[in-house]
């Protein structure tokens, strides 16, 4: 009963047969120090180049490592079991070329991914704006990383977009600038527009007295004398800043009587019925019936 059953197995098992049981349990040895050994490698490489790969490089490369090293100890071990590698490895390889004309989207993915981990535009938790989107750098992977947005949605943009889209990095930096246009009447004058301004932004809690405030006057509007305040603050600070400014801004303008007007036109009737001027506003309390 027993040679029915030797039999029925491949070829490779019968010459194995006698010493199956410990081929086994030395291919199960080889899984497992290889393992033990991809955690060690992987621990050493990260304490080594770590602080130059960064949070970024330091999650590639790990993935990495494991991947080739898990890979590598599955092949010593069908080596140690006997198994005729090399025709596999054959036919692993013509599948391989196959494979790579399929894959080549993934394959660009990954070289894009090293040269993203090079350059290090961005870290874990940074803030980017990518083809539009906005969110934090939530994961990063061998083919793409993934952003969560504010509303709290999990968007997935592929390595290689990254290196051919204009890539924002909103929180590289430690302070960032709040710029707030305005528009004032022309009867204002324009020293004393200023001169609260910066009164203004030298009173608000989140703005920065180094860097100084960015305070121009950019030229005339259609309706109005236009203004730029640029205000610094902290990273942190910022959605703060974009609340409190202005509203501080337009208490201080109400105080000292500066006008902050309204879009308007005059339009004007044809010649035969003759000149009727009429004024268009978006003001709500004003009516043209």
Not at 108 to 122: K, Y
Request: aromatic share 8%; with cysteine; net charge negative.
């Amino acid at each position: 009963m027993t040679s029915l059953y030797l039999a029925a197995l491949p070829e490779w098992l019968q010459e194995l047969a006698p010493e199956l049981p410990l081929k086994i349990l030395g291919a199960a040895t080889i899984l497992i120090g290889g393992i033990i050994a991809v955690a060690i490698l992987s621990r050493t490489s990260l304490a080594i180049f770590g602080e130059k790969l960064g949070p970024q490089g330091t999650m590639v490369v790990k993935k990495l490592i494991r991947y080739i090293g898990y890979a590598f100890a599955f092949i010593l071990a069908l080596n140690h079991m006997g198994l005729n590698l090399g025709a596999v490895l054959g036919a692993a390889g013509v599948a391989g070329i196959a494979v790579g004309f399929a894959a080549q989207t993934s394959l660009s993915n990954i070289i894009s991914g090293f040269f993203m981990i090079g350059e290090r535009p961005f870290e874990l938790g940074d803030i980017i704006e990518v083809d539009g989107i906005s969110g934090t750098v939530d994961t990063i992977g061998l083919l793409a990383l993934t952003l969560r947005t504010f509303d709290n949605r999990s968007v997935r943009i592929p390595n290689e977009t990254l290196v051919k889209t204009k890539l924002t990095n909103v929180t590289r930096h430690p302070i960032r600038r709040f710029n707030l246009d305005i528009g004032v009447a022309y009867d204002e004058n324009i020293g004393h527009v200023l001169k609260v301004m910066h009164e203004v932004a030298e009173t608000n809690l989140q703005c920065l007295n180094e860097p100084d405030p960015l305070i121009v006057f950019t030229g005339f509007g259609d309706s109005s004398l236009n203004f730029l305040l640029g205000a610094w603050c902290l990273q942190d600070d910022y959605g703060t800043l974009r609340n409190t400014l202005p509203r501080e801004l337009k208490e201080r303008f109400d105080m000292e009587n500066i006008e902050i007007p309204f879009p308007h036109m005059t339009l004007a009737a044809g010649k035969a019925l003759g000149p009727i001027p009429v004024e268009v506003t978006n003001d709500p309390a004003v009516r043209t019936d």
